[in-house]
C-alpha cells in the first residue's frame, strides 16, 4: 500500500462536525467557526531527518523549510496566516546550538510571513530530528465560494520555474503568500495547489475533485536553471550537499520524461502554485501579473479538458502523462 | 540542559503578531482573530514508540492517547475543541491493520468530543511510529479575563485520583472537558492545568506567572487504588503490559516521597484537573461539584502561598517538594 492509498482509506472514515467546510484532502482544512464573512485555515506538515532532508543540512534553512512547507499550503488557499505551534522529536543527546538555529530559521521565516509561534511540545524521537508544524490562517468566504474546482476549458497556470530542488531550494523555496492571496482576490482560481510532489503528482490530484483531465504542453513548462545544469551534466545526484535525500531513486523514471523536463514534472519540491482558471481570464491574468510581480515568471502551460487522465503533447505527439510524484510508503 | 531549560530558551524569542491573546507556555495558546467574543485555542502534542508507550501497547489505545493528550489541555483552559489535524510518522514497512486501528483509537476519541478531523500528513519515520496532534478550539473572552495566574490564600483543588498511569491510565484517561467548561462557566477559576507531568511537576509551573508558592496537604492528596496496589506489592514494573515506558527509572525517587504518595506525586499522565481558585469558593464549589459530577471526586489539596517554592505537610511537618516530574532530555 502506497502513502496515497493508505491517506485515501484512512479519510474514508474521519469524524466531521459543523465546523468543517473543507476537511480532509485539500491543501487545507477550512473551518466555518462564526466569524460573519471567514474561514479559519488549519494545516499540519512535517519533515523528518534522512528524509525530507540530509543530516548534514544547515539546520537554519531546515527550519526554514518546516515552517515554510505549511506556508505555500496557505498560499494554495489564498489565505493568510496567523500562528503556529511546532512540534520538536529530538534525540536525547541533541546539541543546543543546533537546535537554537533550527528555531532562528523557523522564528525568521515565520516572521517573514507575520506568523506567530505560539507554543509547541519537545519530546523525544530517539533516532533522527523531526519536525511538524501546525498553522492556522483565515481565508475570506467569497474567496472559499470561488473555488469550483477545474473545469473544462480552464486554463493551467505555474508560477516560477520547476525542477530546481534537488540543488537546494527544496531548503530556500519561498512559499507564494502575496502571489496566492493576489490571485484570489483578483481572479476566480477554480483551483489552486502547491507543487509539492510534482506536477506529475500534484495536477491529477487538483482535478480529482471535478474528474476533468488535462493536457499539457511541454515546451510550455518552466524548467530551472538548475535542472537543466544538472541534466547537461548527467549527474544523478543532488548538486548541493544539502539536497533532499529523496528521491533517492526515482521509481517513475521510467515513465515520465528523463533529464530536465523530467525533474521538472517529477521531483517535487518546488513550491510554486499551480493554478487553475476561466480560459477568458489568462490573459488578463498576465497582463496583470507583469505588472504586480514582475520578477516572478507566470506560464501557461496547458487546459483543462473534459476526459479524465493528463497527458503531455510535445512534436511527436500527445502521450499519457503517468500520475507519479514522490510517494512515501511504495 | 533539560527539557525545561531548552523550552524557556527558545520560548523566549519566539515571533508574535496582533493576534496573540496567551502564547508558548500555557496549556494551549488563545488568539483573538476578530470574533466578538471568543478566542481560539491552538495546541500541539505527541506521542512516541518506546517513550511514551510501549510497541506492544494496543494501537487503539494509543490513538486515543494522542488525541486526548491535547484534548485534556483544551479541557484545562475551560475550552471547546473543534478540529484536529494529525501527523503520522510511519516507518517504511507498516501494516496497514495496525495504522487502521491506530486512526480506530483517533476517530473514536475526538468523536466522543465532538472533534472533526479535518487533515494530516503521513510521512516516514523510519525507526518508530510517532504521531503528532494540532487542535483548534474556542474560549470565551469572559473566560480568559478570569484567568488571573494564582493568588495568594487561593484553594488548590484536584480532579479524579492521582498515581494510576503506569497500571494503564496514561493510555485510557478521559480529558475532563466537560468538567474543565463547568469550572470555568461556574467559579473565577484563576489557574488551571492538566496533570501531565505529575503533581510536583506542573504545580510549580501553575504558579510561574504570579511567582507564588503553595502548601499542599500529603494525607489530602487522593492516591489511586492502582498506585496503592502497586505500593504494596513492591512492584517496580508497570503492573500491566500496556504501561508507559517512561519513567524507566525515576531520577527523583530519591528527593520525593516514595510508595504510592511518590507515585501520585510524581509517575505523570494522570490528565487530571488541578485547579486554583479563590478560597471563599471552596465550599460552593465541592457543594456543586457533588451535585453536577457525584461519579467523579473532588479534593482540596492545600492552598497558594505567597512565599515561592512548594511544601508538602505531613505528620511530621513541611518540607519543601522538590519540583520535579517526567522530564525528556535530562
Known sequence: MNEFELIRQLCANLPVNDSVVIGAGDDCAALDLGLSDTLLLLKTDAVVEGIHYHSDA?????GRKAINRCLSDIAAMGGVPTAAVITLGLPAKFEFPYVQALYAGLNQAAQDAGVAIVGGETTTN?????????????????????????QPGDAIF???????????KHLDFIPRLTEGRWLVQNFDIHAMKDLSDGLA????RLLERTGAGAELLAHAIPISRAAR????????????ANGPTHPPTRPQATRVPG?????????GEDFELLIVLPAKQAVPL??????????????????????????????????PLPAHGYVHFE
Do not use: M
Open 58 to 62: 544547515d539546520p537554519a534553512r531546515i
Open 126 to 150: 530517539p533516532d533522527r530530528v523531526l519536525i511538524s508544524v501546525a498553522l492556522i490562517g483565515t481565508l475570506p468566504k467569497t474567496v472559499a465560494a470561488k473555488r469550483t474546482g477545474a
Open 158 to 168: 505555474v508560477t516560477g520555474e520547476l525542477g530546481g530542488s534537488q540543488a537546494g
Open 201 to 204: 503528482g500534484d495536477l491529477p
Open 229 to 240: 545544469l544538472r541534466a547537461a551534466t548527467g549527474s544523478p545526484q543532488p548538486a548541493a
Open 259 to 267: 533529464g530536465a523536463l523530467g525533474a521538472a514534472l517529477a521531483d
Open 286 to 319: 498576465l497582463d496583470a501579473w507583469k505588472k504586480e510581480f514582475p520578477a516572478l515568471p507566470l506560464t501557461c502551460i496547458g487546459k483543462v479538458r473534459p476526459e479524465p487522465g493528463v497527458t503531455l503533447r510535445d512534436k511527436e505527439g500527445a502521450r
